[in-house]
């Protein structure tokens, strides 16, 4: 039987990378999906995409720095099927993050704001409106996505770790306060992943290979990653709420091709 059968899921960032992906893999498994996105063209062609599969599955127009957006967002797709079960909330503009995040000394205060907008303010709303239509039926699961570097330190990104650090703090007090209404929330903290957004970096030969040298396992795809978002949103992790899971390829466990502790005894003769 299909994971998520009869159930009805938003996706948001899901016209492309991680997002796309969890779209695609919660229609295989008989969700009917909301294809939540800022993008248009990117949107309605995931959700054609998933429709020619064979799978159900509609565009909704979302900007999830915007509270009217995103309640008309989830009122839609309430209002089309009847109900709603599952939020995988991926939006980011990783671009920005790339471009603009500094070290906090050299941080512009306009890009602080327009970060915690973006992925901080961005998951409050969507949470929020998710979670007021999921009480209805006392049923629901709430997949959010934070990052590695919200877990680790990692210089110059400052603004996007202070928001994605304020989703994983968000993620454990809500599964306390949404825990009496039957809903859960979770979240992923993926490291690298080879998405499109990150092709600038892998489609260089050294830098690829630096970015590979900080982790024990091969870079992980979008594909990689959407399984553990399936499962969070299924009935089968009706016993996990408040967790916080990276899925980094151990990047968090292990840094870099090197012994470490080789050369720091050989620096003292050992």
């Known amino acids: ?19 796309r992906a969890g779209a695609q893999l919660f229609a295989r498994e008989g969700a009917r999906v ?10 309605e062609a995931v959700a054609a995409g998933i429709r020619d599969a064979g ?18 967002m989830v009122d839609a797709t309430v209002q089309r099927w009847g109900r709603l079960d599952v939020l995988y909330h991926n939006a980011i503009d990783v671009a920005f993050v790339n471009r603009e995040d500094r070290c906090i000394v050299d941080l512009p205060e306009e890009v ?26 006392r049923h629901g699961s709430i ?7 919200a877990l680790i330190g990692q210089a110059d990104l400052d603004a996007y770790t202070a928001a994605k650090g304020g989703v994983v703090a968000m993620t454990r007090s809500m599964a306390a306060g949404l825990a009496r209404d039957g809903i859960r ?14 092709m600038i970096w892998l489609n260089d030969e050294k830098a690829r290979r630096a970015i590979e040298q900080l982790h024990l396992l091969p870079l992980p795809t979008p594909e990689d990653i959407a399984p553990f978002a399936l499962f969070l949103a299924s009935d089968e992790a009706r016993c996990v709420t408040g967790g916080v899971f990276p899925v980094d390829a151990g990047y968090s466990a292990f840094k870099g091709g090197a012994n470490v502790m080789e050369a720091i005894q050989g620096g003292y003769g050992s």
């Not at 327009?114 to 009480?135: D, E, N, P, S």
């Not at 997949?143 to 570097?149: G, H, M």
């Open 1 to 19: 039987m299909a994971r998520l059968a009869g159930q009805v899921a938003i996706v948001t960032g899901a016209g492309s990378g991680i997002g």
């Open 143 to 149: 997949v959010l996505t934070a990052t590695v570097d």
């Open 112 to 137: 602080w704001d327009k970060m915690q907008r973006i992925a901080l303010t961005g998951v409050f709303l969507c949470a929020k409106y998710a979670a007021i239509a999921m009480r209805a039926r």
């Open 185 to 198: 929330v979770n979240t992923l903290c993926p490291g690298f992943v080879a998405t499109e957004s990150q």
């Open 34 to 43: 909301a294809v939540a996105e800022l993008d248009r063209a990117r949107g």
């Open 55 to 72: 799978g159900e599955a509609v565009y909704a127009p979302c900007d999830v720095r915007d509270s009217a957006s995103v309640q008309a």
